[in-house]
């Protein structure tokens, strides 16, 4: 079946470490976008990538990193900068910029301590 | 003042009733989404609309343009339609992902 898959479900590290999540999606989506979602906030938008090798800042890139390298994936690192990591991160697709349903992957929660 | 509102932010409904969601936002849009995320946390796409009304099994969206609100149905709810629902609106000519969302409503439907 095709879908969106990040993984791990659950992510523990130490403050200070970089962190990586991953997102692969088998749905020959262009389109791939990385969001945050905090308790009592509605979702913000950290990252996004319309096409292979090109990515743009969403609202809240500041202390995050991606990169698209394949259409399939495209990976978010959590940084040492990023001064409250510590969120549940949800990666999505599309299949075209506009006038297209989002698919979202089952998202990851990630404590930094 | 939120870009995008939802009432009521929690629901509590009994098996069988007909459930109301409703979404208000403040700037020009070219599409507003209805999102479903459960317990789990995965979230699934119910409507992506910019007019009118659409349905799909017991689930209706609607949309007024001109008042600038949506709302979403829920006929004969079943407690598998626990969930919470969040409203999302795409900013006229912004790009696909870059969406408003709604801090969620939260519905638990009771057997």
């Known amino acids: 079946d095709g879908g969106i898959t990040q993984s791990p479900k659950y992510l523990f590290r130490k403050e200070g470490q970089n962190v990586t999540l991953s997102c692969e999606q088998n749905?020959?989506?262009?389109?791939m976008y990385w969001y945050r979602q905090d308790p009592g906030q509605g979702l913000r938008l950290i990252y996004y990538?319309?096409?292979?090798?090109?990515?743009q800042k969403g609202d809240i890139a500041e202390g995050y990193s991606v990169s698209r390298e394949k259409k399939e994936s495209f990976p978010l690192t959590v940084t040492s900068a990023q001064k409250n990591p510590t969120a549940f991160y949800l990666c999505?697709?599309?299949?075209?910029?506009?006038?297209?349903?989002?698919?979202f992957g089952n998202g990851t929660r990630l404590t930094v301590t | 003042k939120n870009e995008v509102e939802q009432s009521p932010q929690n629901l509590t409904a009994q098996e069988g009733e007909f459930i109301t969601i409703n979404c208000s936002y403040s700037?020009?849009?070219?599409?507003l989404h209805w999102l479903q995320q459960h317990p789990g946390g995965g979230i699934v796409s119910l409507f992506m609309?910019?007019?009118g009304k659409k349905k799909h099994g017991r689930l209706i969206a609607t949309i007024n343009i001109q008042e600038k609100h949506s709302s979403l149905h829920i006929t004969a709810s079943h407690p598998r339609d626990s969930a919470v629902y969040i409203c999302?609106?795409?900013?006229?000519?912004?790009?696909?992902?870059?969406?408003?969302f709604g801090k969620g409503t939260k519905l638990s439907v009771k057997p």
């Open positions: 700037v020009g849009i070219s599409a």
């Open positions: 999505a697709s599309s299949q075209g910029p506009m006038w297209s349903p989002l698919h």
């Open positions: 990538s319309q096409i292979v090798n090109d990515f």
């Open positions: 749905l020959n989506h262009d389109a």
């Open positions: 999302a609106v795409q900013n006229y000519g912004g790009s696909q992902g870059n969406l408003i």
């Open positions: 609309l910019s007019s």
